[in-house]
């Protein structure tokens, strides 16, 4: 990625999945939201020659099962680099290879393999002379750190430090490459919540952590969870070297004890994230260095293992309709609407320049509640929409929307009759926070919302 004077918002692209896209709708999926940057798991070659000529920028990655080839023998990489880098060059604008993913957790224990396969590969690219333009990483989960609150403090595992860590840091450093790290503060979050408070996960207004030895103020766990490990390279005496946050996300949806897994927190973290990205500048620790951050993920993924959050990170279904909608571009932020004390409000993204948003596109958008916002101010906004015009009979005791009686259901009812009978115009599904945009058909019981009047 090119670390330059602002933050960058590129996207992962997985694949564990049976009912994604091909490759080349995808590129064009990627282009219409302005992405123009793509990390990958692997060298798949249809995805590559898709991405041929589109002028995305993309990160290839080497998968764990072959570390300990890359490892061995340098021929092996010889191979690998000519078949799934130098083939594709110049055309598809490969940006840097991920030697592994979160190897030091891998249970495959194949730590041992990674500096040596990381300095294969990159003599490897060096015979082919593209070394200086394509980077060497390698994504690190924040479990490898010993400490991490508060950031200060932040340092790796006593274990990993001589073997491994040291090492891999001083070759990125002469390398002039970056650390690639993976941070969720979902996951942080859903084990802290009595601690943790939600907004200060969301990036929305909050009074903020000070973090006692150094009196840096974090108004974000994301940034706390970035600075706690700028503090353990700091420690380790590496001062300058850069990073990028190779995955980072919130899932739409979750098992019952996933708390904060839901539609209305994913839009939030990620909407408001992409407006830290490409609006602020750096962490508190390092200021001066631009968040550069791969948003996870692309799709939800249908295969992937594990608890019900797993398949629920994308951003978008595998029809390509938005799970919810966040602008993604300055551009898009620009045509954004007014945030109310930080709680964002979805507007979709083909926002025309009189405010009002394209029918091609809005005519797909439905306004409903945010379950997160609280009972009164949800009562509160479900009283002004239906004074304000909304359509409020059908949820009215006895009447076709009023089962199921439920407070969510009602008010996601109204927010959306006003929005609709409003034209669908930018602005008009917010309430002060309580309502967001969604591009699927609410469900609540047999009630059919309108999309227009």
């Known amino acids: 990625m090119t670390l330059g004077d602002t933050g960058a918002i590129g996207i ?12 080349s709708q995808v590129v064009q999926l990627l282009k219409a939201q302005g992405l123009t940057k793509v990390k990958l798991y692997d060298t798949d070659s249809a995805v590559l020659s898709a991405l041929s000529g589109s002028g995305i ?9 072959q570390l300990s080839s890359a490892a061995a023998n340098e021929s092996f990489t010889d191979t690998w680099v000519k078949t799934n880098i130098i083939s594709y060059l110049p055309k598809t604008l490969i940006e840097a290879i991920a030697v592994g993913n979160e190897v030091f957790v891998d249970p495959k224990n194949t730590t041992t393999y990674l500096l040596p396969a990381m300095k294969n590969v990159y003599a490897s690219l060096s ?7 394509i980077k060497i990483c390698s994504p690190v989960a924040l479990s490898a750190l010993q400490s991490s609150y508060p950031s200060s403090t932040g340092s790796f595992k006593s274990d990993l430090i001589e073997p491994v860590i040291k090492p891999m840091l001083s070759f990125l450093n002469q390398t ?3 650390l690639m790290v993976n941070a969720y503060p979902f996951f942080a979050y859903i084990a802290n919540t009595d601690t943790i408070s939600l907004d200060y996960a969301m990036f929305r207004d909050n009074k903020g952590q000070t973090d006692p030895n150094n009196g840096l103020v974090y108004k974000s766990l994301f940034e706390a969870q970035i600075d706690a490990v700028f503090a353990a390279m700091n420690a380790l005496g590496f001062n300058d070297l850069k990073m990028v946050i190779s995955e980072t996300g919130w899932p739409s949806n979750g098992d019952e004890n996933e708390v904060g897994a839901s539609t209305a927190n994913a839009a939030a973290y990620n909407g408001n994230l992409v407006r830290r990205v490409l609006t602020g ?3 508190p620790l390092r200021p001066e260095q631009p968040l550069n951050v791969y948003l996870f993920a692309l799709f939800n993924e249908n295969q992937k293992p594990g608890p019900t959050s797993e398949r629920n990170y994308g951003l978008f279904y595998p029809n390509e309709k938005k799970v919810y909608d966040i602008p993604l571009t300055l551009e898009g932020l620009k045509n954004e609407p007014t945030m109310n004390n930080g709680s964002k409000n979805q507007v979709p993204a083909a926002a025309a320049p009189s405010g009002e948003v394209s029918v091609s596109n809005a005519a797909q958008t439905w306004c409903i509640a945010n379950g997160e916002a609280g009972e009164k101010k949800l009562q509160d906004a479900l009283d002004y929409a239906c004074g304000a015009g909304a359509d409020c009979r059908p949820i009215e005791e006895g009447a076709t929307c009023y089962d199921p009686n439920s407070l969510e259901a009602h008010a996601s009812y109204a927010f959306n009759s006003y929005y609709q009978k409003n034209s669908r115009k930018s602005g008009t599904c917010d309430f002060g926070g309580a309502a967001y945009l969604v591009t699927q058909p609410p469900k609540f019981g047999s009630c059919e919302f309108p999309t227009g009047y």
Request: proline share 9%; glycine share 6%; charged share 20%.
């Open 57 to 65: 920028s993309v990160t290839v990655a080497l998968p764990n099962e």
């Open 12 to 23: 992962n692209y997985g694949r564990v999945a049976n009912d994604l896209p091909s490759p």
């Open 176 to 178: 002039d490459s970056y």
């Open 127 to 133: 015979k082919y002379d593209v070394a200086s333009n």
């Open 281 to 283: 500048s750096g962490t």
